[in-house]
């Protein structure tokens, strides 16, 4: 027996306007930071209609935010179920796959989403920083050259790649993409960053406190202050190495290194003092260059640096 137009119509839209309503709600909750009451709407939302794969991927995105990434993944193995050409339900399993460091599982995803999706550049970049994880350095280098095939100036293809190469022992590549990531983006941390842990690797003192000063306007953090002071340290610079050591000591009380530094630092002052003063080339000008004569320690720069 089939029901009248205006009866189904009574049985029909008001599910429609619901289930429209608990979505929205749900949305506007997510978007503000109550995610208990997001993740009520979008349960409310699957009772009435529970294939509805946009309700799965939102409970999915509440429950990652919520520090819940088992639910999660289930969330968005449910949107998948219903719709497996999700790309932002195989971003979002991949992404809780990672927060739960099933990394072989991640990559899987991210095969899922490259064969749908060949030229979505996140899925690559984020395919090869799960290889790395799993020290497959070769493979992730492979995911950032297709990232750079399609996006050449990708800052932070270049410098995951430098990182792949520095773990590869490839010192001279990795630099080689750092300068490319830093070329396209020269505020870009990471790759400043991983610029200072070359340098360190290669021990040139005058490169890492070069660096770790640029890095240092981008981001002020204590430990680039130690890393900074230990650069100056290994100059034989006591005065600015005890201000970064200071500096790391003050920003980070319980960062018991920047402590040992100060006492370093004045140990070394006790010795001998090579502070330049404002010419803190360390080591990058040539002879005759402005500076140079009035050097402090003229006689001792290609030691110290190199």
């Not at 773990?167 to 990471?190: H, M, Q, T």
């Given at each position: 027996m089939s029901l009248p137009p205006e009866a189904a119509g009574e049985r029909f839209l008001p599910s429609v306007d619901r289930l429209e309503a608990a979505v929205h709600a749900g949305r506007k909750a997510l978007e503000g930071g109550r995610y208990d009451d997001a993740l009520r709407q979008f349960n409310d939302a699957l009772r009435l209609k529970p294939e509805y794969d946009v309700a799965w991927l939102l409970r999915g995105h509440t429950l990652r935010r919520m520090g819940d990434f088992d639910g999660a993944l289930q969330s968005f193995g449910q949107a998948l179920r219903h719709n497996q050409e999700s790309e932002d339900g195989w971003m979002g399993l991949a992404a809780s796959l990672h927060e739960l460091r099933r990394f072989k599982e991640e990559v899987e995803a991210y095969d899922q989403l490259t064969r749908l999706r060949p030229r979505l550049v996140e899925a690559w970049l984020n395919k090869g920083a799960a290889l790395h994880d799993l020290k497959d350095y070769a493979g992730a280098i492979a995911c950032y050259d297709r990232v750079l095939a399609l996006r050449p100036e990708h800052a932070a293809a270049w410098n995951n790649k430098g990182a792949a190469?520095?773990?590869?022992?490839?010192?001279?590549?990795?630099?080689?993409?750092?300068?490319?990531?830093?070329?396209?983006?020269?505020?870009?941390?990471?790759?400043?960053?991983?610029?200072?842990?070359?340098?360190?690797?290669?021990?040139?003192?005058?490169?890492?406190?070069?660096?770790?000063d640029r890095a240092l306007r981008v981001r002020d953090v204590a430990w680039l202050w130690y890393v900074k002071g230990l650069a100056h340290l290994g100059l034989l610079e006591s005065t600015m190495s005890l201000k970064a050591f200071e500096r790391a000591a003050e920003m980070d009380p319980t960062l018991k290194e920047a402590r040992a530094g100060v006492r370093r630092a004045k140990a070394l002052r006790e010795k001998v003092d090579f502070y330049r003063g404002v010419y803190e080339c360390f080591g990058t000008h040539v002879a005759g260059d402005p500076g140079c004569a009035e050097c402090e320690i003229v006689g001792k720069c290609r030691e110290v640096t190199r």
């Open positions: 190469l520095l773990r590869l022992g490839d010192e001279a590549r990795a630099a080689e993409c750092f300068a490319e990531s830093l070329r396209f983006n020269p505020d870009f941390f990471d790759a400043l960053v991983n610029r200072i842990f070359l340098s360190q690797k290669q021990g040139h003192h005058g490169d890492v406190a070069f660096w770790a």
